[in-house]
């Protein structure tokens, strides 16, 4: 199949390959622009465009560049950039979009659905892959995969699942006729992009809300005016309440004290030299 290709981060890396693998014809690579990465700030090409300079794909980073090359499909993944409508079909000249989605549609529109199905505490979530609409992720779906998510699942792991189920699809269903996609149905939900400010741990909610705030990572709270961030814990219903744990139930695991590495919380604990009123905030 004559394809293009939209996507930015690492984690649409591996879907480009695939489809180069499995033997499509993929005529251009659209992506976000080169920007200063890491701690050094050097400027570096997205994740995408470096894939596929190896791969020999033209690259640009204008949508526009899609008109007039006479393709059958393009495929988004983790692209970033708003699409405009007359791009789409069926506008005239527009072009059928299809976009692998991390989440069961319509649960989980917008950019943070990893997170917030497993903030939100879900059983399970997925990939749903989707023709591009104007509307944020409202577009009929013409293939879903389900993934369980466990009690101890992270946000990486499960990302990284859902990665692997998103290549499989994309691979199985372009390997054949798409036919007709079935319209969202059910009450949507949307998955805000998560800010630091909602990492915070509120230590009036449930050792369940926290455990699963950790997972999700980047989870914070402070310790002596100075953020502490929480890497991993463990539920245990014998744990009390305490001082380094303001909700029963709850055992941290490991932190990061704020400009130093991480460490085990019991070391960061004996160290301390705690007064009788400190305690996590």
Known sequence: ???????????????LQALVAAGHDVV?????????????????????????????????????????????????????????????APQPGGLVMVNSHFS????????????????????????????????LDTGPVYDRVRVPIGPHTTAVELRETLIAAGVEQLVRCLGAPLGN???????????????????RIDWSQT?????????????WTTFRGKRLKVLAAVLDETEPVSWC????????????????????????ARGLHRLPDERLE
């Open 1 to 15: 199949m004559r394809l293009a290709f939209l996507g930015t981060p690492a984690l649409a890396v591996p879907s």
């Open 28 to 88: 251009i690579v659209i992506t976000g622009g080169d920007k200063r990465r890491g701690r050094r700030s050097d400027v570096s090409a997205s994740p995408v465009k470096a894939a596929a300079l190896e791969l020999g794909i033209p690259v640009s980073e204008s949508v526009d560049d899609l008109l007039g090359r006479d393709l059958e499909l393009a495929v988004v993944v983790a692209f970033g950039q708003l699409i405009r409508p007359h791009l789409l």
């Open 104 to 135: 069961l549609l319509p649960r989980w529109r917008g950019a943070a659905p990893v997170e917030r199905a497993l903030l939100a505490g879900d059983a399970e979530t997925g990939v749903c892959l989707m023709r591009l609409e104007a509307g």
């Open 181 to 199: 996609p079935l319209p969202q149905s059910g009450e949507p939900t949307y998955a805000a992009k998560i800010r630091p400010s909602d990492l």
């Open 207 to 219: 050792a369940a809300y926290i455990d699963r705030l950790i997972r999700v990572g980047g989870a």
């Open 245 to 268: 744990a303001p909700v029963a139930g709850l055992v941290l695991l490991r932190v990061q004290p704020e400009g130093r590495a991480a460490m085990a919380f019991e070391d960061f």
